[in-house]
């Protein structure tokens, strides 16, 4: 056991005598505990589930938890957030009729919640290219997640594709396998909303206006440790072969886009064409505003489907990815909905060919987006709410 496991370990032991102790007082019908980990903006799917909920019952008691509190760190936040994890979450956790988590929160591994609490998985991956969770976890890890798994009531998936895929990635039993849509995916069929984050958007960048937003947002690999990516995409050959009215957004995962500068580098070598937005914390509205999405293997597809633009496969490591990497759930290039590319030049060559969305869109959302239509949040409510009074 290595230092980090040890550590950990302990702390969500020390976590759990909190949450016994907590045991002695009862539940709170109308008490919702957000567990956003991953996203904590209001456009991932807690934070959707949040504002529907909060505008249905004014009477909910919201609490929240996010990366921020667990921080440790020697700042003016260390011993805040110390108490906050070992002593008011695990009450909050053991007082909460309904818990709601974007990813696997590992403090549940050591615990046994209460019979009528409702843990609900909200993953923030909508769908799923490359294999995830217990599919690719491995030792300490992989046991904590499967225990964490064992304990959620709920898996909230958009498809009878997704929810297979569940049964694997989770350990998820079928009954606990709820195909009602991804909350997260109701923006995009709400054209005022649309509007409004537009508008929102472009008073933030006005110098996008009436320009042509292409994102480029590659998955993250396991064992990336730098931001060599950027070296991935040939930017300067891209932007000096695309007209001017073409704009490059790059959203790399945050864990790369922490360890350079990225916007300084940009703006010095390519004054108002190229932007970074991985900290962008609203990726809903960045998808909304953007016209060509150029990927890999993420799962940020699913979203961008349904807005039925075009996207374009950035594949430059495919075999390699297939083989050593995680590997895919399908045969890659027969399911991706727009054309592959494993060089810049073909990437040039497909947006100043005029690219438009692919004729396999519409198969690609009735496989993997089937229950995805603008309803889900409501739907949601509805299968766990119907019986609070």
């Known amino acids: 056991m290595d230092k980090n496991e040890f550590f950990k370990r302990l702390a969500y032991d020390i976590m759990s005598i909190f949450f ?3 045991y002695l007082f009862p539940i709170n019908n109308k008490k919702l505990l957000l567990i956003m980990t991953h996203d904590d903006s209001d456009e991932g799917n807690v934070g959707t589930v949040y504002r529907f909920f909060q505008q249905k019952d004014t009477d909910f008691i919201f609490k929240k938890v996010n990366r921020d509190n667990f921080t440790f760190k020697l700042n003016k936040n260390l011993f805040k957030n110390l108490i906050y994890m070992f002593i008011i979450l695990p009450y909050h956790i053991a007082t909460s009729k309904t818990i709601f988590m974007d990813n696997v929160f590992l403090p549940f591994s050591t615990i046994k919640v209460k019979k009528d609490t409702r843990l609900v998985q909200l993953w923030h991956g909508t769908g799923a290219i490359k294999k995830f969770g217990l599919e690719c976890e491995e030792g300490w890890i992989k046991s904590l997640g499967r225990a964490t798994n064992e304990n959620t009531t709920h898996f909230i998936v958009g498809s009878s594709w997704m929810k297979e895929i569940y049964k694997t990635a989770f350990g998820a039993k079928k009954d ?3 195909n009602i849509g991804c909350p997260r995916t109701d923006i995009f069929f709400n054209k005022r909303i649309i509007q409004e984050r537009r508008n929102e958007f472009i008073q933030e960048y ?14 993250f690999r396991d064992n990336e440790n730098d931001a060599d ?41 390519y004054h108002n064409r190229v932007f970074d937005f991985s900290l962008y914390d609203k990726l809903n509205t960045l998808l909304i505003c953007s016209d060509i999405l150029i ?4 799962s940020i597809i699913y979203e961008f489907a349904i807005l039925e633009k075009p996207m374009i496969f950035y594949s430059y490591d495919l075999d390699k990815f ?11 290039k027969s399911i991706v909905p727009g054309p592959i590319a494993f060089k810049t030049e073909e990437i040039i060559d497909i947006i100043r060919n005029g690219i438009t969305a692919s004729q396999a869109n519409d198969e690609f959302l009735s496989t993997y987006l089937e229950n995805c239509d603008g309803h889900a949040t409501k739907r949601l409510y509805h299968l766990l709410m119907e019986d609070i009074k």
Do not use: C, W
């Not at 932007?239 to 790369?256: A, Q, T, V």
């Not at 297939?322 to 890659?332: I, L, M, Q, T």
């Open 176 to 178: 606990k396998i709820f």
């Open 295 to 298: 990927t890999d293997y993420s």
């Open 229 to 269: 990516e950027i070296k991935i995409l040939d930017i300067d050959k891209m932007m000096s072969n695309l007209d001017d009215d073409y704009i490059l957004g790059i959203r790399f995962h945050p864990h790369l886009a922490n360890k350079v500068n990225l916007n300084k580098y940009f703006q010095e070598n």
């Open 206 to 219: 006005p110098e996008l206006y009436k320009k042509k937003l292409i994102l480029y947002a590659p998955t």
């Open 322 to 332: 297939e083989k050593s990497g995680r590997g895919f759930y399908e045969n890659y």
């Open 20 to 22: 016994y102790l907590s």
